[in-house]
C-alpha cells in the first residue's frame, strides 16, 4: 500500500497538527505492509530526519508556505505528485486542507471545528473558509478521521456527514517519554534554565486569545494569590499567536506580574521534564478537538485541572478537576484546593497515571492504517 501524508501546514513543529503528524510518521514508518511518501517544505525537511531512512520524503518549495498558497498547493500540485507517484491513497491531516479531488482514495483528519464554537477564533476569512467551504471539502473525501467522538459529533451537525461514517481515532502519547521519573532533578533543571523556584502551576498552549483562555486565568490566578497568600508561580508554556498581547498586557497588569511567567515556546523535547517539575497542569481552554497536554502532565504523574469544554471532558474524564473555563471564582477555587487538600492531589495523580494509558499512538496508527485500507 503506497500511501502519501502531506505535511506542509505544520507550522515549524510547533502546533498540534505537527505533534500528530510527528507522533503518526514515527509509528507508519514501521510498517510493512505501508509504503510511506512524506510532503514536507524544503526548509522544514531537518524536523523530519528521523523518517528520511524509512520512507520517501518529498521537499515542497517554500513559496508554498504561507496558508493562502498552501491551500491552493494542496488544490493543484498535490493531486499532480499523488497521479505522478502513483499513489493509492492520499492523507491530508488538516481540515483546511482537504483536497477537492484526488486521482486516488483521500483520508481527511479532522481535530475539531472550532470556528464553530469559539467567536472571534479567527479572522474573517479564515472563519469563511472553516464553516463553509472545508464543509465541501470534507464531503468528497473517501474516508475521515476524527480524533474525538466530540468532533465526531460536531462534523455530523455542522456538515452533514454521519457519524457512522467518521472513524474515530484518539490521539496516542509516547509512553517512553511521557512517565513519572525524578521529579526532584527536574525542579532543579528549570530553577537554572527558566528561573523558577518556587512551586508553580503551568499551563502549556500557543499564546492564543480569547480561545485559549489565557486571561481568565490571570484572572484567577490574581484571586487565589490576594486569597491565599501563596508563593506558587504560574508559568505559561508556548509562542505568542493570534490575540498574544492581550495576554502580555493582563499579566504585565497584574498586582502578581512577578509570579508569573512566560517560557516561550517549549521544544518536545523539553516537554516531559516541565510537566514532572509543575506541581499542577491548568488547562482552561475554550474549546478543544481533543487536548494532549493534559494527557501527556497525567502521564508524567502530575495532577491536572481542566476545562470540561469540547473533547476535554471526554479526553480527562474523571482523572482531572475539572472547572467551567468561563467561571474566574471556580478556576481560583480549583487551584485553591489542589494547593491546600494534598488528599486531592494525589488522587488526581493516581486517577491521571491510569487515565493516560487509554491513549497510545501505536494504536492511533494501526487505527489510521486501517482507515487507508478501507479507502482503497
Not at 250 to 258: E, N
Request: aromatic share 8%.
Amino acid at each position: 500500500m503506497k500511501a502519501g501524508l502531506t505535511a506542509t501546514m505544520i507550522q515549524g513543529g510547533r502546533s498540534g497538527v505537527a505533534q500528530y503528524v510527528f507522533s503518526l510518521v514515527r509509528e507508519l514508518i514501521q510498517r510493512r505492509d505501508l509504503e510511506l511518501k512524506l510532503f514536507a517544505l524544503e526548509d522544514e525537511l531537518p524536523l523530519f530526519d528521523f523518517a528520511k531512512d524509512a520512507c520517501e520524503i518529498v521537499p515542497v518549495p517554500r513559496a508554498a508556505a504561507p496558508p493562502v498558497k498552501n491551500i491552493l498547493w494542496h488544490q493543484l500540485e498535490l493531486p499532480k505528485l499523488a497521479r505522478r507517484m502513483k499513489l493509492d491513497v492520499l492523507h491530508v491531516p488538516s481540515y483546511r486542507r482537504l483536497v477537492h479531488h484526488a486521482p486516488c482514495p483521500t483520508v481527511g483528519t479532522i481535530h475539531d471545528l472550532a470556528p464553530f464554537h469559539v467567536r472571534g477564533k479567527y479572522d474573517v476569512a479564515r472563519m469563511f473558509y472553516g464553516r463553509v467551504v472545508v464543509k465541501q471539502l470534507a464531503r468528497r473525501q473517501k474516508e475521515l478521521i476524527a480524533v474525538s467522538h466530540c468532533t465526531a459529533r460536531d462534523i455530523e451537525r455542522f456538515f452533514g456527514i454521519p457519524q457512522a461514517e467518521i472513524e474515530v481515532v484518539h490521539n496516542g502519547i509516547d509512553h517512553d517519554r511521557f512517565q513519572p521519573g525524578d521529579a526532584d532533578a527536574d525542579r532543579a533543571w528549570i530553577a537554572e534554565k527558566h528561573g523558577i523556584e518556587a512551586p508553580f502551576f503551568l499551563y502549556i498552549s500557543r499564546l492564543e486569545h480569547p480561545a485559549k483562555n489565557h486571561v481568565r486565568l490571570i484572572e484567577a490566578f490574581n484571586q487565589f494569590k490576594q486569597q491565599t497568600g501563596s508563593d506558587w508561580q504560574l508559568a505559561l508554556g508556548g509562542g505568542d499567536w493570534h490575540g498574544a498581547e492581550f495576554i502580555h498586557a493582563a499579566a504585565k497588569a497584574s498586582p502578581f506580574s512577578g509570579d508569573i511567567r512566560f517560557l516561550g515556546f517549549v521544544p518536545d523535547a523539553d516537554l516531559p521534564a516541565i510537566y514532572r517539575a509543575a506541581r499542577g497542569m491548568v488547562y482552561p481552554s475554550l474549546f478543544e478537538g481533543f487536548g494532549l497536554p493534559p494527557v501527556e502532565a497525567m502521564a508524567c504523574g502530575t495532577p491536572v485541572i481542566s476545562s470540561s469544554r469540547g473533547a476535554l471532558e471526554e479526553v480527562v474524564a474523571d482523572a482531572a478537576l475539572c472547572i467551567d473555563p468561563e467561571d474566574v471564582a471556580d478556576m481560583a477555587q480549583a487551584l485553591t484546593d489542589l494547593v491546600t487538600t494534598p488528599e486531592m492531589a494525589a488522587s488526581l495523580r493516581e486517577r491521571g497515571l491510569a487515565n493516560a494509558k487509554r491513549f497510545d499512538w501505536a494504536i492511533a496508527a494501526e487505527k489510521v492504517a486501517a482507515t487507508y485500507a478501507r479507502a482503497i
